[in-house]
Each structure stands twice: as structure tokens, then as C-alpha cells.
């Protein structure tokens, strides 16, 4: 079955610092996409960054970055300058096998806290 | 803008009882999807579809029945709820596929 993996259960930083949130995932497609959501106390889920396959720079959005290592299937997320508004689970997600339909496989997240 | 809409936000159940769980979007949007989340699970999809008047199944349908007779509805049914079906459910909606997921802010369903 198309896996995605996220290895950090928790993790913690302090304001200000930087962390990276870790992801592995499992495809035979040349295609897909990458994303990585972010889901606060709120319950909303909000799509944080996203990576297409094909292209070789890796994508940012202001403090976010990530690490795209295609042929390692490693999709690391970077946090830059960390603030207290970033607690929240965290969850990596590509495109499911076949992904004509659009769907995403996610994986289990990782909870990160931001300590003051 | 009211983007993704879900309607209850909560509710309980007894082990037998039927729901419907509705959502709305008015964003236009062709593909929507129903996920459950279960602690430590991620999230999980239920059913989708790509357009009014389809719907497929995804990797944990049984126990629901879906419908999209309207473009900007998406109805996911509970015939005969069970414990197992408590999770937090949410639906999703995109324009095009793998373009940006905008999400519902969830219905915390428990059944007892």
C-alpha cells in the first residue's frame, strides 16, 4: 500500500529557532504532488506549502521551506524564525497512486509546540 | 467568504441511529471529499467526488453512503451508526485535482 511516513510523533523548538519536520513517502507515479498541512487547536486544516514532483526547486512560502529529495522520497519541512502561532499537528500528504481521482494519502502527523 | 461549510460541528449519537453529516462549498469546486481522523491515523479518506452526480468509494467507505446531487453539496450518511464510527470527520473540496484542498473545520462525531 502507498505509504506516507512521518517519523517525529512530538517535537519542540523555542521562538525563534529554526526546526525541520521530517517525511517519507512511498510512489512509483513520475507525477505527483506534495503537501504539507498544518491543522492548530482550531481543528482547520490549512495547506502550508506544496511541491510538485517535476520541478526541481524546492518550494518556500515566507518562514516555511522544504527539502525535496526525490529520488530519497524525502519531504523534510523547514521552519524558519519559529512563533508561538505555529503550534499545531503537522501532516505530510502526496497524491495517492493512480491520482486521477485528486485524492491524498496523509500521514500521521507530527505535533509540534513552540515554547516561548 | 464561507469557503467549506460543515453542519453539525458536534454530535452523539446511540449505537443504531442514522445521521447525515452535510457539506457545503461556494467555491465552485468539482472534487470534494469525505476523510475521517482518528488519533495517531492521520486522516483517512472515506468517499469522494469528481463532479455532481459521481461519488467513489476510498479507503474506508463501509458503514457510509454518500451523495453530491448538487455541485456544491456533499452529503455523507451514517445508515446505522456504531462506537467504531466515533472520529473527527471532515470534508474537503478542490477545484482541479492536486491543486490546493480547502478543508471543513470538522464534526466531532461520537456514538455510545
Known amino acids: 500500500a502507498q505509504t506516507v511516513t512521518q517519523s517525529q510523533p512530538e517535537m519542540s523548538v523555542q521562538e525563534a529557532e529554526t526546526v525541520t519536520l521530517s517525511c517519507t513517502y512511498d510512489?512509483?507515479?513520475?507525477?505527483?504532488?506534495l503537501f504539507w498541512y498544518k491543522q492548530p487547536p482550531s481543528r482547520q486544516m490549512i495547506l502550508v506549502i506544496r511541491q510538485e514532483a517535476y520541478k526541481q526547486q524546492n518550494a518556500t512560502e515566507n518562514r516555511f521551506s522544504v527539502n525535496f529529495q526525490k529520488a530519497a522520497k524525502s519531504f523534510s519541512l523547514k521552519i524558519s524564525d519559529s512563533q508561538l502561532g505555529d503550534t499545531a499537528m503537522y501532516f505530510c500528504?502526496?497524491?495517492?497512486?493512480?491520482?486521477?481521482?485528486?485524492?491524498?494519502?496523509f500521514g500521521k502527523g507530527t505535533k509540534l509546540s513552540v515554547k516561548p | 467568504n464561507a469557503g467549506v461549510t460543515q453542519t453539525p460541528k458536534f454530535r452523539v449519537l446511540k449505537t443504531g441511529q442514522s445521521m447525515t453529516l452535510l457539506c457545503a462549498q461556494d467555491?465552485?469546486?468539482?472534487?470534494m471529499y469525505w476523510y475521517r481522523q482518528d488519533p495517531g491515523m492521520g486522516l483517512r479518506l472515506i468517499h469522494y467526488s469528481v463532479g455532481e452526480g459521481t461519488t467513489a468509494k476510498g479507503e474506508v467507505p463501509d458503514g457510509y453512503n454518500v451523495s453530491r446531487l448538487k455541485k456544491q453539496n456533499f452529503l455523507l450518511g451514517l445508515e446505522s451508526a456504531a462506537p467504531s464510527q466515533t472520529s473527527v470527520y471532515f470534508c474537503?473540496?478542490?477545484?482541479?485535482?492536486?491543486?490546493?484542498?480547502?478543508f471543513g473545520q470538522g464534526t466531532r462525531l461520537t456514538v455510545v
Open positions: 467555491m465552485n469546486h468539482e472534487y
Open positions: 474537503a473540496s478542490e477545484f482541479y485535482r492536486n491543486t490546493e484542498a480547502f
Open positions: 510512489t512509483s507515479e513520475n507525477n505527483y504532488y
Open positions: 500528504s502526496t497524491t495517492r497512486r493512480g491520482g486521477s481521482q485528486g485524492n491524498l494519502i
